[in-house]
């Protein structure tokens, strides 16, 4: 493709610190663990890294702090190739941490202190406009103040850039916010979270999602882990199957998905195209141990979609 699509990543970077354990341990308990490593993460930074790696034109508004992890941070990101005009410093506050714990099936639990993130706000946002505007695609999740996601998707969606929410951690959300959402992208919790339904199975969730498609949003595309997605629209709604893997880690599975999607969707390809190319990005990435370092270049999805 001669023209790369381009995608604005608002969102948050975390420095992951990760373990892998035989298992989650329980409350009071004190288990060892069997590896450690220290690495990029957080969901912004993960997608922006996903969409870079497979072929899009990356600007990522960030907010980090001046410690040694927003160095290594800003390092990173420009070494994916993400734009660095909008990689912001915060003297005031670090950069934000997330400390992860890996069991052997891959099964992960995270807590997050978000730190400088917290900083990122709607004049940041407005600062950006011309890189947001100029987009095809803007791609945006909650862990930065929901009043600059607000602005982000309002600014967005008014100059007619197509906006991806990835609505995760989960919350419940403003009509204001849903709808200047063109695709929004929850996993089966945050759905439930989002609509208030229970999502026990593929007929829960399409209820779940026509709920939501309810407050105004243009698709929702549900991730479903190992069974794939499920995409609805007020026309239909189509489950796009999963791919069987040997999972090492599902961290950042997610971001993988939403990442693609983006990408995808700023090609031009069609909803059920573009979620069948996120589910086999997220195939690949869940293969790895890590986040944003896991994340599959645009050859290996495409070899990997040639097989199926």
Not at 211 to 223: D, K
Not at 228 to 252: F, N, R
Not at 262 to 284: H, M, P, Y
Request: glycine share 10%; net charge negative.
């Amino acid at each position: 493709m001669s023209v790369r699509p381009k995608v604005c990543v608002v969102g948050s970077y975390n420095t992951d610190l990760a373990v892998r354990t035989p298992r989650i341990p329980v409350r009071g308990e004190t288990i060892l663990g069997t590896g450690f490593v220290t690495g990029p993460g957080g969901k912004g930074g993960n997608q922006a890294v996903a969409a870079a790696r497979l072929g899009a034109d990356v600007t990522m508004l960030v907010k980090l702090g001046t410690d040694s992890f927003g160095d290594l941070a800003a390092q990173n990101l420009i070494g994916e190739g993400i734009r660095p005009e909008f990689i912001l410093r915060s003297p005031e506050s670090p950069t934000g941490v997330a400390f992860i714990i890996v069991d052997q099936h891959g099964e992960n639990v995270i807590v997050v202190a978000p730190g400088a993130n917290n900083t990122l706000s709607p004049d940041d946002i407005e600062n950006a406009r011309e890189s947001i505007i100029h987009s095809d695609v803007l791609l945006i999740q909650l862990e930065i103040p929901i009043e600059t996601v607000e602005a982000a998707a309002m600014l967005a969606h008014s100059a007619g850039v197509k906006v991806i929410l990835n609505p995760a951690p989960g919350q419940k959300l403003s009509g204001q916010l849903l709808q200047n959402v063109d695709v929004l992208t929850p996993n089966e919790t945050e759905a439930q979270i989002i609509s208030g339904k229970p999502v026990e199975n593929l007929d829960g969730a399409r209820q779940a999602a026509y709920s939501m498609l309810g407050e105004g949003i243009g698709a929702v595309v549900m991730t479903l882990g190992d069974k794939g997605a499920l995409v609805t629209t007020a026309a239909s709604s189509q489950h796009v199957p999963g791919t069987v893997v040997e999972v090492i880690d599902t961290t950042g599975a997610g971001d993988s998905f939403s990442g693609a999607l983006a990408v995808a969707l700023a090609e031009g390809k069609d909803l059920i195209q573009a979620a069948r190319f996120a589910n086999t990005a997220a195939s690949i990435q869940v293969t790895r141990f890590g986040t944003a370092p896991a994340m599959p270049y645009r050859s290996e999805v495409q070899a990997k979609l040639e097989k199926i």
